[in-house]
């Protein structure tokens, strides 16, 4: 079955050091991967995407993830953090299952210190 | 940029009532999807829905759950008695006919009392 495992619950990085986020899905098939960000009661919003060719995709407000098929991962990264980016992070995995639907990993919630 | 809209953004029903939850996909989507997210967990999918039908449903999308486009804009989850436990942010997506990327709205907030 489809899934997305994100390890780490919470994380916390000084504001300027650099972040990591893992991801590692679990899809039969070429996935279709995304990361989205969610600032406590809002919606979510689409940081990055996946679909195929280069496996280093850049997204919105500095971040970029990097697609690892050998190692099912699909890590996020920002070379320095603001502490503006202090917020819920999802993975999430685009699975055709004949109702196409998202699945979400459990969240990261990122900490920022000063 | 097109977007998807909910209405209300926050709902309060009482224990037992029904309930409808509003969407306005983007206007050239084909699919359209209900998902939830119980505070501090994830996103759980609830149902697609594409040509008036469903599509796919999960197991979360019990008889208490329906779905409809009743015009040519809107896209409406109902809960028929509503229980404490489907206090959730409820989000409604949409995508096009290559289904690969769901646009998301900004979700409504349920409250059950």
């Known amino acids: 079955a489809q899934s997305v495992t994100q390890p780490d619950i919470h994380i916390t990085v000084s504001e300027g050091a650099s972040l990591e986020l893992r991801c590692n899905y679990s899809?039969?098939?070429?996935?279709?991967l995304f990361w989205y960000v969610q600032s406590p009661g809002q919606g979510l919003q689409l940081l990055l995407k996946y679909f195929s060719g280069d496996t280093l995709v850049q997204g919105i407000k500095g971040f970029e993830a990097e697609f690892k098929r050998s190692q099912s991962s699909f890590n996020l990264r920002k070379p320095s953090v603001h502490w503006s980016d202090a917020a819920e992070y999802f993975c999430?995995?685009?699975?055709?299952?004949?109702?196409?639907?998202?699945?979400f990993g459990a969240g990261t919630r990122l900490f920022v210190k000063a | 940029e097109p977007e998807v809209t909910q209405t209300p953004s926050h709902q309060v029903t009482q224990m037992g009532q029904e309930v409808i939850l509003r969407c306005v996909p983007i206007s050239n989507h084909l699919y359209f999807y209900w998902y939830r997210q119980i505070l501090g967990q994830k996103v759980e999918f609830l149902v697609s829905?594409?040509?008036?039908?469903?599509?796919?449903k999960s197991e979360i999308f019990d008889d208490q759950f329906s779905v409809e486009r009743p015009d040519g804009s809107n896209f409406t989850l109902k809960i028929r008695s509503t229980k404490l436990e489907d206090s959730a942010m409820y989000f409604c997506a949409s995508s096009d006919v290559g289904r690969l990327e769901q646009y998301f709205g900004p979700g409504t907030r349920l409250t059950v009392t």
């Open positions: 829905f594409y040509n008036n039908e469903i599509s796919e």
């Open positions: 899809y039969g098939a070429t996935p279709y």
């Open positions: 999430a995995v685009g699975a055709d299952t004949g109702g196409f639907k998202t699945i």
